[in-house]
């Protein structure tokens, strides 16, 4: 496992059959104790178990919480915590298939939805350094078929979600249902079948800020067509091979037979309800190539904030645009290239968050105190804003992380 310091490995993967406070051979016990969490599977399993792995203590508030949510049902999961390229706190607990009481692993993948974002804006932003696309292009360049109406939109707008296009994803959803077996195809039926009425735009581009699905699956279409290749590929080439995201993917419409996700091994299931009363969910991810459709594990986005820190995605100049190009949205939030850039004392970080029928998840990484959260859970109702943001506000608070932010470590 990536990110995991070696001796903790077995510590994850017995997890709760011998990793119990310091029993066990990573902590130099003898392992001779065994103890069941029951129901809960690998419930309340967390790296501070295991004496090879000094936590945040700043975190035991996280902890506590994540202990009763997972007792009282309201999460299903994994939190994670990194700080200067390792694991200082990793959670996992419940189910990735309630109904046959599977014990969800730690090394699970989940549907990412909207958190799916960053990424595809980073693969956007490969092809502007790499020359194949540009900021300031108006969306015709790349994609000639879009109304006269949208002629004036440029990537930078899509991406930024200042664009005023109408948000259509219902009407993509309509396109799969009525027989297109590939993003390009219903993207294509649809841009040939709007009404004028869905032509209009809901405002001026370039004026004012509104959340926009339907503008990054425009830009999906546009990284296709400048880099010469399905989306899906486009986005596996320049961010998850290069960023060593290896079990991430995404999700594609079954070639044949009916209107249902192609197979995707390691995939938790996601449930809806209350905790008194689960039951599966049904989504349709593949609808959303660049809005949502991404299935990743924790390890995954830890990869992914490596190598953007590393600079192994994009160059540190363009990074900074992240910043220093955001958009205001609201007191105390800005909206940069597929990220919310949001602040904690002297500290900024950005994050996304994601959620539909059956998963919620989010990622937030503050550069320069070298810190990363992953939230990912398979109930379409846990509070994973309320810890991301607990966790972030911890980490950001401790003495020597404010130092490091005010000096732009």
Not at 86 to 108: K, M, N, Q, T
Not at 335 to 351: A, F, L, N
């Amino acid at each position: 496992m990536r990110g995991v310091p070696n001796r903790s490995l077995w510590c994850i993967m017995k997890m709760a059959d011998e990793c119990v406070q310091g029993n066990g051979p990573a902590a130099g016990g003898s392992g001779g104790r065994r103890e069941s969490f029951g129901l809960l599977g690998p419930a309340m399993f967390l790296l501070t178990g295991c004496a090879t792995v000094v936590p945040a203590p700043e975190l035991d508030g996280l902890r506590q919480r994540l202990v009763a949510d997972c007792v009282a049902g309201l999460f299903s999961g994994v939190v994670a915590v990194k700080k200067d390229e390792r694991i200082v706190f990793l959670h996992s607990c419940g189910h990735s298939d309630v109904e046959r009481r599977a014990p969800i692993r730690p090394d699970a993948r989940y549907k990412l939805f909207s958190t799916s974002k960053p990424l595809t804006a980073t693969a956007v932003l490969k092809l502007v350094e790499l020359g194949r696309m540009e900021l300031e292009a108006p969306l015709r360049a790349y994609v000639p078929d879009v109304p006269a109406e949208w002629g004036s939109i440029t990537i930078r707008q899509l991406l930024q979600h200042r664009s005023g296009v109408p948000e259509l994803t219902e009407k993509l959803l309509d396109t799969y249902r009525q027989g297109s077996r590939s993003h390009e195809q219903a993207m294509a039926h649809l841009l040939g079948s709007l009404s004028e009425e869905e032509k209009k735009l809901s405002g001026a581009p370039g004026q004012g800020w509104r959340y926009s699905n339907f503008s990054y699956e425009l830009l999906a279409l546009a990284a296709a067509r400048a880099g010469r290749a399905p989306f899906d590929r486009v986005l596996h080439k320049l961010v998850f091979a290069p960023a060593g995201m290896r079990t991430a993917n995404v999700e594609l419409i079954e070639a044949k037979g009916e209107m249902e996700a192609a197979p995707s091994p390691g995939l938790v299931r996601g449930f809806a309800g209350t905790p008194a009363d689960l039951r599966p969910a049904l989504s349709y991810s593949f609808v959303q190539q660049g809005a949502g459709a991404v299935h990743a594990s924790y390890e995954d986005l830890m990869a992914f904030d490596k190598a953007l820190s590393r600079g192994r995605l994009l160059s540190p100049a363009m990074q900074a645009r992240m910043e220093t190009e955001a958009v205001s949205v609201n007191d105390g939030v800005r909206y940069g290239y597929g990220w919310m850039i949001r602040s904690v004392g002297p500290c900024t970080y950005w994050q996304h968050s994601g959620g539909n029928n059956g998963y919620t998840s989010e990622f937030a990484r503050a550069p320069d105190a070298r810190v990363a959260i992953v939230v990912l859970s398979n109930l379409e109702f846990a509070k994973v804003g309320e810890i991301r943001s607990m966790a972030m506000k911890a980490m950001l608070e401790s003495p020597e992380n404010s130092r490091r932010c005010v000096e732009g470590a």
